[in-house]
């Protein structure tokens, strides 16, 4: 991870080759300051679903967001629904746990790309998931996609999510080793110890959502934290 004085820097900085893939700002905003800085250094990525800068509070009475959970967040990459791929995205903690629940964790994909076996990295290769939402009012037309995609022979795209609302579904084609390949990668996320993070109050944090996978620890009971996140160019 590396630190920046300010998030034009760190977006700045996101661009270049040697980036970690994971960028921290220390520095206290407005909604608005927070909303215009970004406008104005990247533009947002294009969503039908959530506002563009999401405030995701924690509800012990929802029952369609996984992010307003208290429940831990397991490995995912964000927007894995959308057409367009998402390739990066800021988190700002407005607000912490009061018990020191929600802490960051991430996964470089690259780990999992070490390890995989060659026969679940050809499924993910060249079969077409979705991961369409049930009962989702926005995104009609969810992505369908390889979970692996090379843009060249170093660069690629990762997508994923699997939790108790949304899972990767094979588009055209079903069998067992199809099963196999998604339950391999599920296992590996859960029994890998992730990189952790725990964010300050007033941290903002950039994440490159091609190479990193990212989850969070259990909020604790009634846990009043805020976070504010936005999908960014
Ligand atoms: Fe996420």
Known sequence: MARHGCLREM???????????IGIVSRKFSLKTFHDELKDICGF???DTFDTIRIIACNPFQSTSIAESFDAHPMHTDASFSVEQLEKFVLHFKRLDENAGGVSTFIPVQWLLDKIPQKHKEI???????????GSKGNSKPAAAPILQWKSAIDYVFRWRLDDK???LAMDAHDIDID?????????????????YRAQRDDTILIDNRRFLHGRTALSQSSSRIVWRAWIK
């Open 11 to 21: 977006y700045e900085a996101s661009k270049k080759d040697d980036w970690p893939g």
């Open 45 to 47: 990525f294009p969503d």
């Open 166 to 168: 949304v899972r990767p």
């Open 124 to 134: 993910l290769e060249q079969v077409k998931f979705t991961y369409a939402r049930a």
């Open 180 to 196: 196999n390949a998604i339950n391999w990668v599920n296992q590996f996320l859960i029994n890998t110890t992730p990189l952790m």
